[in-house]
């Protein structure tokens, strides 16, 4: 059991969800191969407590349970799980400060993803 980051978090990353995990299992990929990774955060399940208090921080809503990943976002579970196979490449990153979503945004993003539930 383990909790997964979507594609809902690409580009967005403001890393709300890192300051609260208490057991700083959020990470940032750091390595070259940005084809496989693209620009989000991922959660090592292997680390994972499985506590949940990431999920309410998101402002962009992309974090779900394995158990209630999308169908849209099946893939998003396994590529969760490479981040355990990188330790070199990767690191829990800094918080920034970045504004929060308007509801319109968060909207734009789910339907950019195809994701309408
Ligand atoms: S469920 Fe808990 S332990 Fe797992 S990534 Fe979220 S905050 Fe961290
Ligand atoms: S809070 Fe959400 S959007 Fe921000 S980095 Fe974490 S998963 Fe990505």
Redesign the pocket.
């Known amino acids: 059991m383990a909790w997964v980051?979507t594609k809902?978090?690409i580009d967005?990353?403001?890393?709300?969800?890192?300051e609260v995990c208490p057991v700083d299992c959020?990470y940032e990929y750091t390595g070259d191969d940005k084809a496989s990774f693209p620009n989000?955060?991922f959660v090592d399940p292997e680390e994972c407590i499985n506590c949940g208090v990431?999920e309410p921080?998101?402002?962009?809503e992309?974090?779900f349970e394995d158990e209630q990943v999308p169908d849209v976002f099946q893939s998003d579970t396994p590529l969760n799980a490479r981040i355990v196979d990188v330790a070199d490449d990767r690191k829990v990153p800094e918080k920034e400060d970045k504004p929060r979503p308007t509801p319109e945004q968060i909207e734009s993003n789910k339907e950019k993803w195809g994701f309408t539930g």
Do not use: F, H, M, Y
């Open positions: 980051i809902l978090c967005c990353v403001d890393q709300s969800c890192v959020i989000q955060l990431c921080e998101c402002p962009w992309a974090i």
